[in-house]
T-cell receptor, first 114, second 113 residues
Framework: GAGVSQSPSNKVTEKGKDVELRCDPI?????LYWYRQSLGQGLEFLIY????????KSGLPSDRFSAERTGGSVSTLTIQRTQQEDSAVYLC????????????FGPGTRLTVL | GNSVTQMEGPVTLSEEAFLTINCTYT??????LFWYVQYPGEGLQLLLK?????DKGSNKGFEATYRKETTSFHLEKGSVQVSDSAVYFC????????????FGTGTSLTVIP
């Protein structure tokens, strides 16, 4: 596709359930990022992939959060045993290579935990 | 550590008014600086960037100058339009640190006719 896509666009779940969020980066982009945007907050960095490896997992807020990337393309962010404080918009971005480059953002997944 | 501080919003201006959104940063090393914009219902997109001191980034009538002496990257536009209504995010990335971006909290701008 022409841009970064994310699915689902909206997800409502009950507290305690697991959720999976998907990101399809721009074809050829080797770097992929996950951010969380909470109401009234800035973008909180979660994790970064270069290819399939994640050199920086420091932003994951707890061990309930995990992410993987396969084939250097699609990435999934998994939140286990969701809590109400996990409610936020989860943004994915991708960019070329390891040099500092513009990040292209997807439209986000709005997660609501009831 | 690395961080970005930008002015609190929301900001409301009349059309054709002058806009300044302040952004200051702290960084270990020599960061590249960015402004991203998020229009209503859309994803973030790059507005402009500057990669070294005294560089000026510009796009769509917006400008920002990388000021190392004041660690600032203030966003300015001489005459705003209704279509500029959006949330603006200042961000930095320090080379050779994994390309992690540090974003400010965003400043909401509303331009009224």
């Amino acid at each position: 596709g022409a841009g970064v896509s994310q699915s689902p666009s909206n997800k409502v779940t009950e507290k305690g359930k697991d959720v999976e969020l998907r990101c399809d980066p721009i074809s050829g982009h080797t770097a992929l990022y996950w951010y969380r945007q909470s109401l009234g907050q800035g973008l909180e960095f979660l994790i970064y992939f270069q290819g399939n490896s994640a050199p920086d997992k420091s932003g994951l807020p707890s061990d309930r959060f995990s992410a993987e990337r396969t084939g250097g393309s699609v990435s999934t962010l998994t939140i286990q045993r969701t809590q109400q404080e996990d409610s936020a918009v989860y943004l994915c971005a991708s960019s070329w290579g390891q040099e500092i480059n513009e990040q292209f953002f997807g439209p986000g997944t709005r997660l609501t935990v009831l | 550590g690395n961080s970005v501080t930008q002015m609190e919003g929301p900001v409301t201006l009349s059309e054709e008014a002058f806009l300044t959104i302040n952004c200051t940063y702290t960084a270990t090393g020599y960061p590249s600086l960015f402004w991203y914009v998020q229009y209503p219902g859309e994803g973030l997109q790059l507005l402009l960037k500057a990669t070294k001191a005294d560089d000026k980034g510009s796009n769509k009538g917006f400008e920002a100058t990388y000021r190392k002496e004041t660690t600032s990257f203030h966003l300015e536009k001489g005459s705003v339009q209704v279509s500029d209504s959006a949330v603006y995010f200042c961000a930095l990335v320090v080379p050779n640190t994994g390309n992690q971006f540090y974003f400010g909290t965003g400043t909401s701008l509303t331009v009224i006719p």
